[in-house]
């Protein structure tokens, strides 16, 4: 006989025949509907509803006859005529149905008393179940509107895969997880399986704590309710809590626990029983029973109305003694399965994972109502690597976004207020422990124990453990043991082998570092490693082993003094603060010694980023501070910071208080995440709501907070090559007017912009802008940004050293700059102008700069079309009273021996010149020999010269000897080796020996020839921008 339908079933039913586009037409069509004065349901209820949830929604708002009718107007309004007019006569049918069961015999209503009782037990658990309280809020929101899919698998891992999957984070976690995304779904649980051929009756739902187990049962029965799972499978489905049972002591019967499911007690439980294949039994936390379940089978039951004690009833339904035909569900964590399954006939075992990533998504979408905030969240923890990684328990999802609705409710910048990683794995530990019956102290044991174990694989590297290992560490029938350890169990040879782990690698790095701040308890009967945390801390710091990271970083995190004051209250240990100067002085010891490498690799460079994260999880700012007076250079160049890279960087940078330097070159600030994520969580009809309300903050936004801090002293910052564009502009702008103690800001090879360049200019012309040396060099910058340039040059009193080259500016964008040269006010000393598009035509102007302004120390024009005209100019200047000219560099500017005439003459005469660079120019050597000319003057003070690829031959070595053996002043020569040849090498090295030689370095092709040469690798390579290669392109330098 064919079950009848409910109005309930067939508005499901109908809902779900629509097409996508039309059931969207019609959710929208609802928010909008009046219905004979009823409340609307709110817009925001059924923006993600999917068919049920709608039909749930109609319900509630309108009553389940009056619900069909609403469906049917809104139908026929959106001129689904043919729908509307099916769902019509299915609505009558149903009524008809319900009018003839009314008037049937007495004989006949006994016979269907159980499938008329149906829809009212249907009723009552929609009712019952479709909401549920929020832990520790006491808020109730609906299961449909919270529940994510879970991934469920009914096939074994091995243990090289579970290795992996326990050691996997982040990103490469997600794609595990996604590799098991064809998971069992709910409505296949009792689905044959290979080449079984016998029903499945009993599914073992096993699964960490906080995975979801409750959760997933308590789905089954709405959606059983609603219609939508098991429609024509089973009559009737019971839930059975475990942990209610414990508190029964009276006798009881399966009837009995049957009635507890029933909205009154006189259900017809006997008719029910007529059909044991139609009904189905979910036992919810089988780990928690108190009994021992070792019966023997002749003291069970087999009559499901005879009353016996609960331990014996259960007994009796879980070896199939009473209602063999029924069906069974029970959930447990993996290390009750062995108890378990010695209870059970032919089970199958399936394992609840947890979230994929998509699921993960999903379930912080339906967690917040505001989408805007859903993106905000997912965004924040997806840039937290561990936390991510975390998020496949659905436990530690839901403490996220508690935590972060929280902070958002009243307003807090999640970057700066949201917890740590330490304080996420604290409250995960705390929210297990809750319902923890036992007391303080033997939790406190017990966690001992468990933190031994923790620490004993990672110090061995290892992540599976036998029972006894268990054993060893006095874990063995500890309750704390099912809470935080799952079970493996895999194939060996032809037997089996069970195996312990923690569900991820990081919950046992988080034990096995509370494991050296906990006490040692000296009562302890468990053997437990020897607690040397410098012995972990040194070997980290020698080797950089990754296997140590998180274990350090929680080691940091666990000491902070409101967190140890925390876990003393809530758990009843005790902490050591001793330890904490202990890594104060391990932390000062790496720091120095990172900081005091010439070269550091990736890897070091990546293993001074995790040391900022240390200092950034203890969140205690006079340790931070004394910690980062250690930190003096701060090199992170090449790293693609996520955002909470960039979180902990602007945290530890705000306690810089000993002039640090931090060089962040060709990094990015989380621009890859943002671009892979943008839009990737919201729907298409609220993402543009979204990006509107969302706040925008430029890339280094953080960075510039923290700079703005009053205890923030560092120096200098390299942003070369980071991808900035004006947009940063406003930001840095904010930290020059605010932050006096930085002098050295390098945003060289940046798109910034003539809008940037003009915000960044107001910073720079602020009273409070102490910055002396600003490095812009790149092809962004042009004539139009050359006027905001100008008038800093004009105003600000500190620069002293401006590097613009390789900006297209061209002459008519210098000339607006060499006029605020020749304000009185401009304080400038050093300008570089390398490869700016110049000619001769700024060279007047320039010359006319040299004559005034009496700052200007250092000139570097190199690879500039000056030719010999501009050359010429520039003399005239360098030859005034005023030009205090110190080193110029003229290399590559395509002048000839035709102006070493006037070059001569200023050797001659200066008496501030001391460096020149000519290289690559073609000067021959009829120049050379107006050249030394100069240099022989006695009034010459020239100290250094470069004259690489210069076109010289070794005729030039006669005047070149005379010049080293006259000139007394000179004390660095760098020379093309193919000027010189044998005979020219010949001459020189005999004018070298002369006494009234003063040279001190000789470098043909870039190395030192000089025999008393003691430091041949230190000291200035004079052509160490050029590469010893006469095609120089300087294009290559950018």
């Known amino acids: 006989m064919s079950e009848e339908k409910t109005l309930t079933d067939i508005l499901v039913q109908e809902l779900e025949d629509l097409e996508k ?170 689905d044959r399986i290979g080449s079984r051929h016998t029903p499945l009756r009993t599914i073992v739902l096993q699964g960490a704590a906080g995975i979801g187990k409750t959760m997933l049962v308590k789905k089954l029965m709405v959606d059983w309710a609603f219609g939508k799972l098991y429609p024509n499978k089973f009559d009737y489905i019971f839930y059975i809590n475990s942990r209610e049972m414990n508190c029964i002591s009276e006798p009881r019967s399966v009837a009995d626990l049957i009635l507890n499911n029933c909205p009154e007690r006189n259900a017809p439980v006997k008719d029910m029983l007529m059909n044991p294949e139609k009904l189905l039994f979910i036992i919810d936390g089988f780990d928690v029973l108190n009994f021992s379940f070792d019966q023997r089978e002749s003291s069970l039951c087999t009559d499901p109305c005879q009353t016996r004690p609960v331990e014996i009833i259960l007994n009796s339904l879980l070896r199939k003694m009473i209602l063999p035909k029924s069906y069974l569900i029970i959930t447990t964590r993996p290390t009750a399965l062995d108890k378990l399954c010695q209870c059970l006939k032919f089970p199958h075992i399936a394992t609840i994972l947890g979230f994929s990533e998509e699921d993960r998504k999903e379930y912080f979408r339906k967690f917040f109502a505001n989408a805007v905030q859903a993106k905000q969240a997912l965004d924040f923890v997806k840039e937290n690597e561990m936390l991510f990684t975390m998020c496949f328990a659905p436990i530690v999802c839901w403490i996220l976004c508690t935590v972060m609705k929280q902070q958002m409710e009243s307003g807090e910048d999640l970057a700066k207020s949201s917890k740590t990683t330490t304080s996420v794995y604290m409250l995960f530990l705390s929210s297990l422990l809750d319902n923890h019956s036992n007391s303080k102290e033997s939790v406190h044991t017990d966690l001992r124990k468990l933190c031994s174990l923790a620490a004993d694989g990672i110090l061995n590297n290892k992540v599976l453990f036998e029972e006894e290992d268990a054993k060893k560490h006095g874990l063995e029938g500890s309750d704390i043991q099912s809470l935080f350890l799952t079970k493996n169990i895999f194939q060996k040879d032809i037997g089996i082998e069970s195996v312990y782990s923690f569900i991820h690698l990081s919950f046992q790095e988080f034990f096995a570092a509370l494991f050296y701040v906990l006490v040692k308890d000296k009562g302890s009967g468990s053997v437990t490693p020897e607690k040397n945390v410098n012995e972990i801390l040194n070997t980290y710091g020698k080797s950089r082993d990754n296997s140590f990271t998180l274990t350090v970083r929680f080691l940091f995190g666990l000491l902070n003094k409101e967190r140890v004051s925390h876990t003393e209250k809530i758990f009843g240990c005790k902490m050591s603060l001793e330890i904490k100067q202990n890594l104060l002085k391990w932390f000062e010891s790496v720091a120095k010694a990172s900081c005091s490498l010439t070269f550091k690799s990736l890897q070091e460079k990546r293993f001074q980023l995790e040391l900022l994260h240390c200092l950034h999880e203890i969140q205690e700012e006079e340790f931070v501070k004394s910690a980062m007076d250690h930190f003096q250079e701060i090199g992170l160049s090449n790293i693609n910071f996520t955002k909470i890279d960039h979180m ?275 000067l021959g050597d009829a120049g050379f020999r107006l050249l030394c000319n100069g240099l022989k003057q006695p009034a010459c003070k020239l100290q250094k010269i470069r004259l690489t690829g210069c076109g010289l031959t070794p005729a030039c070595c006669e005047d070149l000897s005379v010049v080293i053996t006259t000139n007394q002043s000179l004390t660095e020569l760098n020379i093309n080796l193919d000027a010189l040849g044998d005979s020219g090498m010949k001459r020189l090295r005999e004018g070298l020996k002369s006494p009234s030689c003063k040279l001190q370095e000789l470098r ?33 330098h950018l």
């Open 21 to 190: 586009k039309d059931f969207k037409r019609f959710r929208h069509k609802l928010c909008d509907f009046n219905y004979e004065g009823k409340r609307k349901i709110p817009r925001g209820r059924l923006e993600n509803a999917d068919e049920m949830d709608v039909t749930s929604l109609l319900i509630e708002f309108y009553g389940e006859d009056n619900a069909v009718n609403v469906a049917i107007d809104i139908l026929n309004k959106i001129d689904l005529k043919n729908s509307a007019t099916k769902l019509q006569e299915e609505k009558e049918t149903v009524l008809i149905q319900r009018k003839t069961t009314r008037t049937q015999s007495v004989g006949t209503l006994s016979y269907k008393a159980a499938q008329d009782y149906r829809p009212k037990y249907k009723e009552y658990i929609r009712e019952k179940y479709q909401l549920i309280e929020e832990r520790k809020v006491g808020e109730c929101v609906e299961l449909n509107a919270r529940y994510t899919k879970l991934l469920i698998v009914k096939e074994h891992r091995d243990q090289k895969e579970r290795k992996h999957e326990i050691r996997a984070k982040g990103k490469e976690h997600a794609e595990i997880m996604e590799k098991r995304a064809s998971s069992t779904k709910l409505e296949k649980l009792f």
């Open 648 to 922: 902990v960087l602007s945290f530890c940078i705000k306690h810089c208080r000993n002039e640090q330097s931090l060089s962040l070159n060709d990094c990015t600030f989380g621009l890859e995440e943002q671009e892979e994520r943008r839009g990737s969580v919201l729907p298409k009809f609220v993402r543009r709501e979204a990006e509107e309300e969302e706040p925008k903050y430029s890339p280094p936004h953080l960075l510039c907070q923290a700079l703005k801090d009053p205890h923030c002293k560092v120096k200098k910052i390299s942003l070369g090559c980071c991808r900035l564009t004006s947009a940063c502009c406003e930001d840095l702008a904010s930290a020059l007017k605010t932050n006096q103690s930085l002098k050295e800001l390098d945003l060289s090879g940046n798109k910034l912009g003539e809008t940037g360049i003009k915000l960044l200019c107001k910073g720079l012309k602020h009273q409070n802008c102490s910055l002396q040396k600003l490095g812009l060099r790149g092809r962004s910058f042009t004539t139009t940004c050359a006027s905001d340039l100008a008038s800093v040059l004009a105003k600000n009193q500190s620069l002293t050293e401006l590097d613009l080259s390789y900006g297209q500016w061209g002459d008519a964008g210098v000339k607006q700059m060499f006029k605020a040269l020749k304000n009185p006010t401009c304080k400038l000393q050093k300008i570089k102008l390398e490869c700016c598009l110049l000619t001769s035509a700024c060279c007047n102007d320039l010359a006319s700069v040299l004559g005034i302004n009496e700052t200007l120390v250092e000139l570097d024009l190199r690879n500039n079309e000056l030719r010999d005209s501009g050359v010429k100019q520039l003399c005239a200047g360098l030859k005034r009273e005023n030009c205090k000219i110190q080193k110029l560099v003229l290399s590559n500017c395509s002048f000839t021996g035709t102006s070493c005439g006037d070059l001569s003459a200023i050797l001659g005469k200066s008496q501030y010149l001391r460096e020149l660079d000519l290289c690559y120019n073609k």
């Open 1004 to 1036: 043909l092709n870039g190395e030192s020839v000089m025999e008393n040469d003691k430091d041949e690798e230190q000291g200035y390579n004079g052509d160490e921008d050029y590469h010893d290669d006469e095609e120089y392109n300087p294009e290559d």
